[in-house]
Structures are given as structure tokens and as C-alpha cells.
């Protein structure tokens, strides 16, 4: 029986992309070179994104820090950039110093909303803590030392596994 359009789509492999911003201590990072794995996508700054690319993808994961209760500044730049799609699939990750789901939830809104506004589907959310030396807390060590540890790599592996 021939298979219809929608059917080859389906048996074709999904094509991902993340798009990461991470520079404080790398924590995010860790959590994009798992995803990575998992989706087998590639890894690009928001600096190497040509807005117009994005379509070529299945499935885009961005993701970086929290600073200052917001997705890095580079991120939402480039969402306001982006074409409008038509109901295409995306995630959101990020690190943090403070997490919990309202805190996910919180920091996650307005990259969430302007994504949503050019017409991504936001499948699911990540987040995890990160070592943080911001501030005042360098003269302390840090809050979070080791984080991400092992089981946050583990969380991120299962999520990745659920949500392809
Ligand atoms: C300038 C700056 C601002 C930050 N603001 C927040 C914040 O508002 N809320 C929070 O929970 N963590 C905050 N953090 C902690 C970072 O989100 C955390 O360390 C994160 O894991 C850094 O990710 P990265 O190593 O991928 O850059 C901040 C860190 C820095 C350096």
C-alpha cells in the first residue's frame, strides 16, 4: 500500500537543533551535550542561528542561564527575529540558581511567550540547578557546587528520551 504524506514524514528521522547560551560556568552547556546526544542535534550559539534556518528543523530546544529571571538576553533577541511558523515543535531549558516548577514556570516565561507569539508549539520545559558564583556569593564558594551533578545529567536524559 503507498504510504501518504504525512505517513513518509513520520518514518523520516526528526531533525533537531538546540540553539544554547552558557557562559558563566558552563552548567548549561552540560545539559545541552546531553540533550545533543539523545535528539543526535546539533549545537549552535544564538550568534550562529540565521533566523530563516530554523525551519529546516523538526524540533528546536533553546536554552541557556538565568540572568536576572529571564533566558539570556542573546536568546530572546533572536526569537524576536524569527519568521513567524506555522505550529512548529520546540522546547525550553535553562539552569539556574533557584529552581522548582513556579520558578521554571516564571523564568521560563518570556522567552515561552514571545516563541509562542511566532507560532512555536512548546512541547516541555527543563530546568535544573547550576553552580553560581554571582555576586556576593563568590566570596562564599558559590551556591550549588556540583550542580549540574549526575542525577540532573540522568533528568536531562529522560527528558530528552520523552519528549522525541
Ligand atoms: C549575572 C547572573 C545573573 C543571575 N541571575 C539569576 C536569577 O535571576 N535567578 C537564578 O535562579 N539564578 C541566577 N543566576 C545563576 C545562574 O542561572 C546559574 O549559575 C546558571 O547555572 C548559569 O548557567 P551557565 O553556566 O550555563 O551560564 C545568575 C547568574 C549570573 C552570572
Redesign the pocket.
Known amino acids: 500500500m503507498e504510504k501518504n504524506d504525512n505517513e513518509i514524514k513520520d518514518s523520516l528521522p526528526k531533525k533537531s537543533l538546540l540553539v544554547l547560551y552558557?557562559?558563566?560556568?558552563?552548567?548549561?552547556?552540560q545539559i545541552a551535550k546531553v540533550f545533543s546526544e539523545v535528539l543526535d542535534a546539533e549545537i549552535k550559539t544564538p550568534q550562529q542561528i540565521n533566523p530563516e534556518e530554523l525551519q529546516e528543523y523538526d524540533l528546536v530546544g533553546f536554552g541557556?542561564?538565568?540572568?536576572?529571571?529571564k533566558h539570556d538576553e542573546s536568546l530572546l533577541e533572536l526569537a524576536d527575529d524569527l519568521p513567524e511558523v506555522n505550529n512548529k515543535n520546540a522546547f525550553l531549558f535553562s539552569?539556574?540558581?533557584?529552581t522548582g516548577e513556579s520558578k521554571k514556570t516564571k523564568d521560563h516565561r518570556t522567552l515561552r511567550e514571545k516563541l509562542e507569539s511566532k507560532g512555536y508549539n512548546i512541547i516541555d520545559e527543563f530546568q535544573c540547578k547550576?553552580?553560581?558564583t554571582?555576586s556576593f556569593l563568590r566570596l562564599f564558594g558559590g551556591m550549588n557546587k556540583g550542580r549540574p551533578n549526575a542525577k540532573d545529567l540522568k533528568n536531562a536524559e529522560k527528558f530528552a528520551v520523552k519528549i522525541t
Not at 22 to 29: D, G, I, L, P, V
Not at 95 to 98: F, Q, S, V
Request: no cysteine.
Open positions: 552558557s557562559y558563566h560556568h558552563q552548567n548549561t552547556e541557556s542561564g538565568i540572568y536576572s529571571a539552569t539556574a540558581g533557584i547550576g553552580f553560581n554571582n
